[in-house]
Each structure stands twice: as structure tokens, then as C-alpha cells.
Nanobody, 125 residues
Framework: VQLQASGGGLAQAGDSLRLSCAAS????????MAWFRQVPGKEREFVSA????????LYADSVKGRFTASRDNARNTVYLQMNSLKPEDTAVYYC???????????????????WGQGTQVTVSS
């Protein structure tokens, strides 16, 4: 499975952006999907994960209530709607897929087998 993330860009505090992660070479139906983000010099940070079938999502406390993950299995795409953006949301955002991760481990980046290339989100104050 190849993942292609897009939708990043420049935003001002309070703005919204929607990231997309399109898959090719296989269906995402069997994968739990996640979003991580990373800033230079820091470890990759969990943002959100979304279940295979139920669409139930988990979020990092830092984005809860502002970000919403969703998936469209028919389009083989997952999304991250980011509202009320803050300067501290500035990072490279990565989508990831895993067929083996369990709920208790969704925040562990090592559990994901496939990664997109990342898309830069920059939020100015």
C-alpha cells in the first residue's frame, strides 16, 4: 500500500485545513489509519487514529475537540479536518496504516507498517 498525504499549507491561527491521505496499491478497508506529526528535533507525535470498520476515532489531548478524522473506504482515502488551528500545530503531518495495531497501541508509531510522505502545516499567530 502506498500512501499520499496532501492538503497542508500555510494558515493563520483560528483557520481550518483538511488533510487527505489517498491510498494506492491496495484497499484501506483492512487497516487502522492514523495521523502523526513531527517537528524538527522532536519525536513523531500521535495525533489521531481511526478504526477500520466503525470509524471510531481516538485523538491526542492536544487536538481533541478541534481535529476530526474520517475515512471514505470507497475512495480509499482518510481525512483529518483541522479546525481552530494554533501555532503549536505547526509540523509535518504523516498518515500511516496498520493491519495489526490494537487499540491500546495506536499511539505507538512503530506499530504502523505504511507511511505517507508527509505534508507541511504551518500556522502563524
Amino acid at each position: 500500500v502506498q500512501l499520499q498525504a496532501s492538503g497542508g499549507g500555510l494558515a493563520q491561527a483560528g483557520d481550518s485545513l483538511r488533510l487527505s491521505c489517498a491510498a494506492s496499491g491496495g484497499s484501506l478497508r483492512g487497516y487502522r489509519m492514523a495521523w502523526f506529526r513531527q517537528v524538527p528535533g522532536k519525536e513523531r507525535e500521535f495525533v489521531s487514529a481511526i478504526d477500520r470498520g466503525t470509524g471510531r476515532s481516538l485523538y491526542a489531548d492536544s487536538v481533541k475537540g478541534r481535529f476530526t478524522a474520517s475515512r471514505d473506504n470507497a475512495r480509499n482515502t482518510v481525512y483529518l479536518q483541522m479546525n481552530s488551528l494554533k501555532p503549536e500545530d505547526t509540523a509535518v503531518y504523516y498518515c500511516a496504516a496498520s493491519s495489526r495495531v490494537i487499540t491500546s497501541a495506536v499511539r505507538d508509531s512503530s506499530m504502523y507498517d505504511y507511511w505517507g510522505q508527509g505534508t507541511q502545516v504551518t500556522v502563524s499567530s
